[in-house]
C-alpha cells in the first residue's frame, strides 16, 4: 500500500531532550516536505527536500533540523525542544518538484513539549 | 503574495442538507494549482482534489463537486446529501510553479464542517 509513515505517532517529551520524527515514504517520491499545524495559524512548512541531499527552509524552520540521505525517508530533527513547539507535525511526499502533483500526507505526529 | 482565504471558520448543518464551502485564492501566477483536503477527526489529511489554472471545468465525485472560477478567483466545494461522516476541517490550498517549482502548498484557515444527525 501506497503510503507516508510516521513515527511517533504521539510524543510527550521534556524541554531541552533532542527528539527525532521520523518521516518514511514508499511511492519513490522526490519531493517530501514537514509542515506544522497549529489552532489559528493553520499549516505552515518547516523545511522541505526536492530530492536527496538537497534540503531547504520552509516558513519556519527555527529549532528544527532535517537530513535526507535516503530517497525514502526525511526524519525532523529537535535538538533542544521547547514548549512552543508543541504541535501537531505532517510529513507529505510528492512525486516530483517539476510540476503540481499531489501531495500524500503521513497520518500526524502529536508533540507536546513540557 | 500567494494567499489562500476560507472564510468560513466553521459551518454547521443538519443532515441531507447541501452544503457549500468558499475558497477564495489569490496569486499572480498564471500557471497554479489548487487543492481540496479533508481531516477528519482521526487527524490525518485526506486529499480530495487538484485543479490546474488551465482548466475550469467544474468536477464532480460522487456527492462532492468543485467550481472554479478564474473570474472570481474562487474554487469553492459543494457537498450534496450531507452525511455525518462528512464532518471534518477542510482545507482549500494553492500552489504554484514560484513557489518551490508547485510542490509547496499554501493553505486557507480551514473550515470545520459539523454535520448533524
Known amino acids: 500500500e501506497a503510503q507516508v509513515t510516521q513515527n511517533p505517532r504521539y510524543l510527550i517529551t521534556v524541554t531541552g531532550k533532542k527528539l527525532t520524527v521520523t518521516c518514511s515514504q514508499n511511492m519513490n517520491h522526490e519531493y517530501m516536505s514537514w509542515y506544522r499545524q497549529d489552532p489559528g495559524l493553520g499549516l505552515r512548512q518547516i523545511y522541505y527536500?526536492?530530492?536527496?541531499?538537497?534540503?531547504d527552509k520552509g516558513d519556519v524552520p527555527e529549532g528544527y533540523k532535517v537530513s535526507r540521505k535516503e530517497k525514502r525517508n526525511f526524519p525532523l530533527i529537535l535538538e533542544s525542544p521547547s514548549p512552543n513547539q508543541t504541535s501537531l507535525y505532517f510529513c507529505?511526499?510528492?512525486?516530483?518538484?517539476?510540476?503540481?502533483?499531489?501531495?500524500?500526507f503521513g497520518p500526524g505526529t502529536r508533540l507536546t513539549v513540557t | 503574495a500567494q494567499k489562500v482565504t476560507q472564510a468560513q471558520t466553521e459551518i454547521s448543518v443538519v443532515e441531507k442538507e447541501d452544503v457549500t464551502l468558499d475558497c477564495v485564492y489569490e496569486t499572480r501566477d498564471t500557471t497554479y494549482y489548487l487543492f481540496w483536503y479533508k481531516q477528519p477527526p482521526s487527524g490525518e489529511l485526506v486529499f480530495l482534489i487538484r485543479r490546474n489554472s488551465f482548466d475550469e471545468q467544474n468536477e464532480i465525485s460522487g456527492r462532492y463537486s468543485w467550481n472554479f472560477q478564474k473570474s472570481t478567483s474562487s474554487f469553492n466545494f459543494t457537498i450534496t446529501a450531507s452525511q455525518v461522516v462528512d464532518s471534518a476541517v477542510y482545507f482549500c490550498?494553492?500552489?504554484?510553479?514560484?513557489?518551490?517549482?508547485?510542490?509547496?502548498?499554501?493553505f486557507g484557515q480551514g473550515t470545520r464542517l459539523t454535520i448533524n444527525p
Open positions: 507529505a511526499s510528492s512525486l516530483s518538484s517539476g510540476g503540481a502533483y499531489e501531495q500524500y
Open positions: 527536500s526536492m530530492n536527496v541531499e538537497v534540503t
Open positions: 490550498a494553492l500552489t504554484s510553479l514560484q513557489i518551490q517549482g508547485a510542490q509547496k502548498l499554501v
